[in-house]
């Protein structure tokens, strides 16, 4: 067995512990495409799966700078859709054939050189397609579009069991959206360059979670989407409101009504009960809710009366989530919202904010080291050196109370 024939069978095994192992479709997916862009030496990638009506196909894995998630394009638009719509295997180079891309092809900044579409095809349909780009030795050869044509058949045989073969058509509306959003510190002859063209729409009544390494940017990130950190350039718009044109006091505005933050440090009033740290921040908003109801709906009801120093570091942190519930806000930003609760309450807090997120119909963002949150989100955003590296969407989300870390 020569060297290609020994990575071919381990990959085929490596592909087929994934899918067993995980839990969800899109996990699976997101683990299958790292797999494949390592074995055929790709930098970019990404896997389609086609939508309920057989219309649209769904980015629901990726890998590379590209802003795919949600992203959706018609079955027969573009190369992706040609190579579903005819189930046959398609390669060429970008210089070659971009004026056959759509415009959400384009959008995905396709790296030059070779690039391939591999149907995921079982014997009856063909489910979606792999996309793979920017190789670092040059152009796919014949036995290694025959290899990738064998993994997208073992991806569409458990797609296929999974019963995801037919998606939900739904659109989303985008609560948020950066484009090309840069955030630099120092002087000029001393930059730091945090954030770096980071280009990210965020969508009504989803849970978002930000992953990165220690310095990656996450928590600048969130503090522009906050507008507690002004960006260096870029835009940033919410609800369609162009954010970076507005002075320091509209900003402030802004914050007051449509912002709720839960910080790591709970950052409660230390001299004001559980109500009276809820009813300071109710109180200068446009749309509060009552403190009590607010407290009520994180299961702190007999406790309201209480300081801070007399409740756990879980019902703190339960208090700041109320405080943030009470302005009615649109979005809900939450930094490391479990970094200083021990195991059962940091669970007990996420199953907290995932239910605010159901009854109250707004959008939270989490920061988070662990990736083990990852799995409540409805989408996942890594962050590497400033830039987004990946998004992936998580088609069953996890229920907080189930998570083990």
């Not at 970008?94 to 079982?122: I, N, Q």
Request: glycine residues 8%.
């Amino acid at each position: 067995m020569d060297n290609f024939d020994s990575v071919f069978v381990r990959t085929s095994w490596e592909i087929l512990d994934v899918l067993h192992q995980t839990q969800t479709t899109a996990d699976g997916l997101a683990e299958c495409l790292d797999i494949l862009c390592k074995a055929f030496s790709c930098d970019q990638g990404s896997i389609w799966v086609l939508g309920k009506s057989g219309q649209f196909l769904y980015a629901l894995a990726q890998r590379g700078s590209a802003n795919l998630a949600g992203v959706k394009i018609a079955t027969e638009s573009g190369i992706t859709g040609q190579a579903v719509a005819s189930g046959q295997i398609l390669q060429a180079d970008k210089s070659s054939c971009e004026r056959e891309f759509c415009a959400e092809e384009k959008d995905a900044c396709l790296p030059e050189g070779s690039l391939l579409w591999v149907p995921l095809k079982t014997p009856s349909a063909v489910m979606g397609c792999i996309q793979l780009g920017g190789r670092e030795n040059g152009g796919f050869e014949e036995r290694d579009i025959n290899a990738c044509k064998r993994y997208g058949a073992i991806i569409a045989l458990d797609l296929e069991e999974r019963g995801m073969d037919r998606l939900p058509d739904t659109d989303q509306k985008i609560i948020a959206s950066l484009k090309d959003v840069v955030k630099d510190y120092g002087t000029e002859n001393s930059l730091t360059h945090v954030l770096k063209k980071v280009t990210l729409d965020v969508y009504e009544n989803e849970i978002l979670v930000i992953l990165g390494e220690s310095g990656s940017g996450k928590s600048t990130l969130l503090n522009i989407l906050g507008c507690m950190t002004p960006l260096t350039f870029g835009h940033l718009e919410v609800d369609g409101q162009d954010l970076s044109a507005l002075s320091e006091r509209e900003l402030t505005e802004f914050r007051r009504s449509s912002i709720g933050f839960v910080f790591q440090a709970y950052n409660l009033m230390p001299n004001l009960t559980a109500r009276e740290n809820v009813q300071i921040i109710s109180e200068l908003s446009a749309h509060p809710m009552d403190p009590d109801q607010a407290l009520e709906m994180v299961g702190l009801s007999e406790r309201a009366d209480h300081l801070p120093a007399a409740l756990s570091g879980g019902q703190q942190q339960r208090v700041a989530i109320a405080r943030a519930v009470a302005k009615s806000p649109r979005i809900i930003l939450a930094d490391e919202p479990t970094a200083a609760l021990d195991y059962k309450t940091g669970k007990e807090v996420l199953t907290v904010l995932q239910d605010v997120v159901r009854n109250q119909k707004t959008t939270l963002i989490i920061v988070t080291h662990n990736i083990e949150i990852a799995k409540i989100a409805n989408r996942v955003v890594h962050l590497k050196d400033g830039r987004v590296s990946g998004i992936r969407v998580n088609l069953s989300p996890m229920q907080a109370s189930l998570l083990v870390w």
